[in-house]
């Protein structure tokens, strides 16, 4: 039996066995295959919330839609879902009003005080916050944030907006100060010594010079944390209560619109009734306002991306 010695010669056999062809006509289409699952189940996610969703919307008026009030289990049902966007809207703030700051000043510090060993202490504690079940987050707003917060606020009642605000905030601080640090990261280390040459001081560098050479990532993180809270769920059911009055007030009970489909997913409605649509209806504008956010932040990331 001849001995094949070169690489070109083990390549052209290999290529011109059965079992390379096969591999090379299968292995195709197989990568093909598990790249399209992505894409497949957004498709159907997408169709069947657009397809339940109409069922709602060919019965309500707009108007009705869009009005300030919401009761569907009374016995003439409302639908306005303005109460569920105000909710979403004011206890997503409140989240990003505490994981901003803290988000951004602890990547500043990770990335431009620590040193190595401390950044490798602390970056993996800190992304700790980030796998704890979000169930465990409501039950501590609830029981121990709330009581906490009604010393202070005595106005302040069980179910409230600000608690599972506060709370969620400090649940996203690790998405917003690890991606920050990592677009901080990628500032190359000549911008920081050119700045320091010229007399700037760690500070001045770090808020002058690297965090606007990173803005693009840093403002991608912010979009992203504002998509994480506004699909938040366990936190505002637990916390937030579901009362469906329209208020900006927020030491007053709010109910988002995820915490809407938890409360009647829970056997409220009745399969086929309009307040039953309403979940997809509902679900439809979560999954567009989502998508949005997230196709804002690829875009800010690739429209203000700096290139060295």
Do not use: C, H, W
Request: no cysteine; aromatic share 10%.
């Amino acid at each position: 039996m001849e001995k094949v010695t070169g690489v070109r010669e083990i390549i052209k056999n290999n290529f011109n066995s059965n079992k390379g062809r096969l591999m090379e006509k299968v292995m195709p289409k197989a990568f093909l295959l598990a790249a399209s699952i992505s894409i497949i189940t957004t498709i159907g996610i997408a169709f069947t919330l657009v397809f339940d969703a109409y069922k709602f919307f060919s019965k309500v008026p707009f108007k009705d839609i869009f009005s300030t009030r919401l009761a569907p289990l009374a016995s003439t049902p409302a639908f306005g879902i303005l109460p569920l966007i105000n909710g979403t809207i004011i206890i997503a703030l409140i989240a990003m009003s505490v994981a901003i700051p803290v988000g951004l000043t602890s990547a500043i510090y990770l990335s431009e005080y620590a040193s190595e060993n401390i950044r490798r202490t602390l970056k993996p504690i800190m992304e700790v916050l980030a796998g704890i079940p979000t169930i465990v987050y409501g039950f501590f707003a609830y029981s121990f944030v709330t009581p906490l917060l009604m010393k202070a606020i005595p106005s302040l009642e069980a179910k409230n907006a600000l608690s599972p605000g506060i709370v969620m905030g400090i649940m996203i601080i690790p998405l917003v100060a690890s991606l920050s640090e990592d677009a901080m990261n990628s500032v190359p280390n000549s911008l920081r010594e050119g700045a320091l040459a010229l007399g700037s001081t760690k500070l001045e560098v770090a808020l002058k010079v690297i965090v606007p050479a990173g803005f693009s990532g840093i403002i991608a993180s912010f979009v992203l944390g504002i998509s994480r809270a506004v699909g938040e769920t366990m936190i505002v059911a637990i916390a937030s209560g579901s009362s469906k009055n329209f208020t900006f007030d927020i030491t007053k009970s709010m109910q988002t619109m995820t915490a809407y489909i938890v409360e009647f997913t829970s056997g409220d409605a009745g399969s086929g009734t309009l307040g039953y649509y309403s979940l997809y209806a509902v679900g439809l504008l979560l999954f567009i306002f989502t998508l949005l956010m997230n196709l804002l932040a690829q875009y800010i990331s690739k429209r203000y991306r700096e290139e060295y």
